[in-house]
């Protein structure tokens, strides 16, 4: 028996798929590129508010101070109560390289696009320069405190024996442990990250404000910090329910807040310095649209 031709086979319908998938991936293309220009609008008007910038302040307090209470609630066996999960070593051991990574970028686009001037924008980039100074400098603070506080310790079955040793390095030299007063140096970076990217993030609404050049590539690395921030804002939380003592908490995040007055609330107003950011980007005459 003669078969008679297939239905829907040939060259025309290859072409028919391949238009569909050509109009199926426009459309993909078209919601992302809205839901970017979207997404990139309402996180630029939330972190550009004045307002909400200071209740940020108050937000990371609130945190610090209160956020151990929650140890009492939550399941101490969960992957965030481990120092060896994967977000403590990936993320929050490598905290500031993210956030320079991350921001430089930004920072980088924002600054250079409004300006086209390379020395302004090494000015802006020398911010995050100064940021990974503090960040040095805050450690080693850190860690003569404990030597200027601490003991010599050999564990033993029956309990922690005393010794007479002067200092840590002849202290872990001879197997034992040294204890002093241990400033949480993770609490300290992530403070200072948060306040700092909030500060940094915040130029856009401006940016955009001003008509200034704001294609996909500069909205989608926007986007990436802001997830950043979001990311450290949760790390922190996870940091203070979970490890260090209460006090040793408290005094990171209040060395990394006056960190953060030193630099931004203070230093960078002076002409003498990196300058705050969005300085020098927006000039007055330029005409302004207004931003709904």
């Known amino acids: 028996m003669e078969r008679g031709p ?3 086979a040939g060259p025309g319908a290859g072409t028919r798929v391949r238009a569909l998938l050509g109009c199926l991936v426009k459309v993909v293309l078209w919601v992302a590129s809205a839901l970017l220009y979207f997404g990139s609008e309402q996180a630029a008007r939330l972190l550009g508010s004045p307002c909400l910038r200071r209740l940020y302040h108050a937000w990371l307090a ?4 209160f956020g151990p209470l929650l140890q009492f609630h939550v399941n101490s066996r969960t992957i965030f109560a481990s120092h060896g999960n994967f977000f403590n070593i990936k993320f929050v051991n490598s905290a500031w390289g993210w956030t320079c990574t991350f921001l430089g970028g930004f920072v980088l686009l924002v600054v250079f696009l409004a300006t086209r001037r390379v020395a302004v924008t090494a000015r802006h980039l020398s911010r995050l320069v100064v940021g990974a100074a503090v960040w040095r400098g805050a450690g080693r603070a850190f860690l003569l405190i404990e030597d200027l506080t601490g003991s010599c310790f050999e564990p033993l079955p029956q309990g922690l024996l005393l010794h007479e040793l002067p200092d840590r390095k002849s202290c872990l030299a001879a197997g034992h442990q040294w204890r002093g007063y241990t400033v949480s140096s993770h609490t300290f970076l992530l403070t200072f990250c948060c306040l ?3 500060e940094e993030a915040a130029v856009f609404a401006k940016y955009l404000a001003h008509g200034l050049p704001a294609g996909a590539p500069l909205r989608l690395v926007f ?7 979001g990311l450290w804002n949760f790390l922190l939380l996870c940091t203070v329910i979970y490890f260090h003592q209460y006090t040793h908490k408290v005094v990171g995040a209040a060395v990394g807040t006056f960190a953060w007055y030193l630099t931004y609330g203070s230093w960078y107003h002076q002409p003498w310095s990196p300058g705050i950011p969005g300085h020098g980007l927006f000039p007055r005459s330029r005409s302004i649209r207004k931003h709904n």
């Open 6 to 8: 297939m239905v829907g």
């Open 62 to 65: 609130a945190v610090v101070i």
């Open 223 to 229: 986007l990436l910090n802001v997830l950043l921030l």
């Open 196 to 198: 700092l990217m909030a």
